[in-house]
């Protein structure tokens, strides 16, 4: 059973928006989640995750100030709006749970994964 399923991606033109949602299959809880993405060619990298309980966000410096991540507590999801994208968004989107209390900005941190939705970002 997959335990996070990513939905939301597709082809957009540079400039427009995208909100990529995350279900969890389960109801373990994981004290953040987070949002990766892989580039072809590219090692996976982080882009933004937020703490369950504060609310504490962070973000790649890449997206600051583009992308916001957010979360429902009544239903588990996690989002991550896109804003303003660029070319270079354009990557494989990953959702993260069973996150470890290590560094939240490495993948390493997280025990459980979706399979991704293809972002696509068009000039």
């Known amino acids: 059973q997959v335990p996070l399923v990513e939905s939301g991606g597709g082809l957009v033109q540079a400039g427009n928006s995208l909100r990529l949602s995350c279900a969890p299959s389960g109801r373990t809880f994981s004290a953040a989640m987070g949002w990766f993405r892989q580039a072809p060619g590219k090692e996976r990298e982080f882009v933004a995750a937020i703490t369950w309980v504060m609310g504490t966000e962070y973000y790649a410096d890449s997206v600051k100030g583009r992308f916001s991540v957010s979360r429902d507590l009544g239903t588990n999801f996690l989002y991550l709006q896109m804003n303003s994208l660029k070319l270079e968004d354009t990557a494989v989107y990953y959702c993260?749970?069973?996150?470890?209390?290590?560094?939240?900005?490495?993948?390493?941190?997280?025990?459980?994964w979706g399979q991704g939705t293809q972002v696509t970002v068009s000039s």
């Open positions: 993260a749970s069973g996150y470890s209390g290590a560094n939240i900005y490495t993948r390493e941190s997280y025990d459980w």
